[in-house]
């Protein structure tokens, strides 16, 4: 991960918010904008924040960026914080 602290980037609501969307499939920032009622400048810094800890990738397609979830990096989240799960005894 990057040198960004993941729960920093995770404790704003607006950027959980564009994780759930991407969830559903990539989208274009005009799109996300849009949905979520924010102004591009806005979107852009929570999409800065979102890949510099590679939680979202970007990729270009004619004039558009488009973003999508990188789920590798959600599969190493998980299984760090599984370790601090219960234990049976």
Request: proline share 1%.
């Amino acid at each position: 991960m990057a040198d960004t602290n993941i729960f920093k980037v995770l404790s704003d609501g607006q950027r959980r918010d564009i994780l759930v969307m991407l969830k559903k499939g990539r989208m274009n920032a005009g799109e996300i904008a849009e949905e979520l009622g924010i102004t591009p400048a806005a979107l852009s810094y929570h999409l800065k924040l979102l890949k510099s800890v590679d939680l979202i990738m970007e990729y270009k397609e004619k004039n558009f960026v488009y973003y999508e979830i990188n789920t590798s990096v959600f599969d190493e989240l998980i299984l760090w914080i599984s370790q601090f799960g219960g234990r049976e005894k």
